[in-house]
């Protein structure tokens, strides 16, 4: 089945560790790639997106994401977190002219 | 700033009553969006519209019906309102064509 595939489901970091989320997408054919983040009694905002080009994305928040076509990945990732990244993160696929969402990842950062 | 309003942020219903949930966007929108949210499952989509009057089932439609009457105005109904419908409800809005999706702050639903 298609699907989106977000494999750690929660995360917890100590502030400055690096931050890597997994992606994975089985959709064919043309994708656009997004992350959101949904930080704790907020509404869901975007982090980042790939629609083509350089595969190395750099969003807010010194967040940034590679597109590997070949793996089908969309992996997030940020150098050195901050207890204000605790929040939890979905990556999305935008194909055929629908939306399909990963599970999430809940990501709690100590300080 | 796009803004994407529900009209309540927490709802308490009975098992049966009829359920509306209004979404409404502000920057001309012609795609509009419901989903659902629920612990470790993600985001589900219930129902799609690209332009008034034009609906298209998600991945969940079953116990749901959506309305589009107006472009900045879409509303999601519960026809007979169950326990397992208990959720948080999500609405987003975007450009036509490929585009990210801006989100409302979300109605948590609880039927009883």
């Known amino acids: 089945a298609q699907s989106v595939s977000q494999h750690n489901h929660h995360v917890i970091l100590s502030e400055a560790a690096s931050l890597e989320l997994g992606c994975n997408y089985s959709y064919g054919g043309t994708v656009n790639l997004f992350w959101y983040v949904q930080y704790p009694g907020q509404h869901l905002q975007l982090l980042l997106k790939y629609f083509s080009g350089d595969p190395l994305v750099k969003g807010i928040k010194g967040f940034e994401a590679e597109f590997i076509k070949s793996k089908f990945s969309f992996n997030l990732r940020k150098p050195s977190v901050q207890w204000s990244d605790t929040a939890e993160y979905f990556c999305a696929v935008l194909n055929f002219n629908k939306f399909y969402f990963g599970s999430g990842t809940k990501l709690n950062v100590k300080p | 700033d796009v803004k994407v309003t529900q009209s309540s942020r927490y709802l308490v219903k009975r098992t049966g009553e009829k359920v509306f949930l209004e979404c409404v966007q502000d920057?001309?929108?012609?795609?509009m969006f419901w989903y659902r949210q629920d612990p470790g499952l993600g985001l589900r989509l219930i129902y799609f519209s690209y332009d008034v009057k034009m609906k298209e089932k998600g991945d969940i439609p079953e116990g749901y019906s959506v309305s589009r009457e107006k472009k900045e105005r879409f509303s999601l109904i519960l026809e007979s309102a169950s326990t397992n419908q208990t959720s948080m409800y999500l609405c987003a809005s975007s450009k036509q064509g490929l585009d990210e999706q801006f989100f409302g702050p979300g109605t948590r639903l609880t039927v009883l």
């Open positions: 920057m001309d929108h012609e795609n």
